[in-house]
């Protein structure tokens, strides 16, 4: 299981906002509705000030499900817990260029263990900070909201910084978004260039996954062919 080739948009939902006491069903609804991907977002109340799933978590999912696990690693010292989460079941692992000590190595070491690999930045950090390393990842994901907490409203200003990530990039890498994205929100990001589009509360919050999924995939596919 690897990321889908670029060029395709992926709607990708994010379990920070689903029911944590029946993720394998909540998983289960999403994947009926054609989604390749689930976001599994990582934070250890340091880098960032709440706490969800480690490892173990990511494995026993990882059983009830054949979609890509896109891991989001929200934590301090990346390095040092990236080879636990590989090993439990992630396809695609993503971290933060802020607290990345050797940044080049760790996509190196990611590639090695038979996953593709991802760098982050947060809303307030420059493009130029992912510049050398970014064409070296399988796909770079830019955050509209500070991390932490779901639900928050989307940043304008950080969803530009899309445009400049894709010129970096160009057409064979992935740019992915994470933050307050909805129906309203997809048109703009899409046209920013991003192409795989994290969705948590906007999808988790309807009583209706799947109509969610596609409504989004809707917003995204109009506002290409506009």
């Not at 960032?48 to 990882?62: A, D, F, M, Q, S």
């Not at 409203?153 to 890498?173: L, M, S, T």
Request: charged share 25%.
């Amino acid at each position: 299981m690897q990321l889908p080739k670029p060029g395709t948009i992926e709607i990708v939902p994010s379990i920070l906002s689903a029911d944590f006491a029946r993720l394998a069903d909540e998983i289960a609804e999403i994947e009926s509705a054609g989604v390749k991907m689930v976001h599994l977002d990582v934070m250890d109340g340091h880098f960032v000030p709440n706490i969800t799933i480690g490892p173990l978590v990511v494995e026993k999912l990882r059983g009830c499900s054949k979609l890509v696990f896109d891991s989001h690693l929200m934590i301090s010292e990346p390095e040092k817990y990236a080879e636990r989460f590989v090993k439990a079941g992630t396809n695609h692992l993503t971290f933060h260029i802020e607290v990345a000590n050797e940044p080049r190595k760790l996509i190196d070491k990611l590639h090695d263990w038979g996953v593709t690999a991802g760098v982050c930045i947060n809303p307030e950090t420059p493009v130029e900070t992912i510049k050398e390393v970014a064409p070296l990842c399988d796909m770079v994901l830019v955050m509209t909201v500070h991390p932490g907490f779901g639900g928050q409203k989307f940043i304008a200003e950080a969803a530009k910084k899309i445009v400049e990530v894709r010129k970096i990039v160009g057409p064979d890498i992935r740019v992915e978004v994470d933050g307050g994205i909805n129906t309203r929100t997809t048109p703009t990001v899409v046209s920013y260039g991003a192409d795989t589009l994290v969705a948590g509360d906007a999808i988790f919050s309807q009583p209706d996954r799947p109509a969610a999924i596609n409504s989004i995939r809707l917003a995204a596919e109009n506002s290409r062919t506009d």
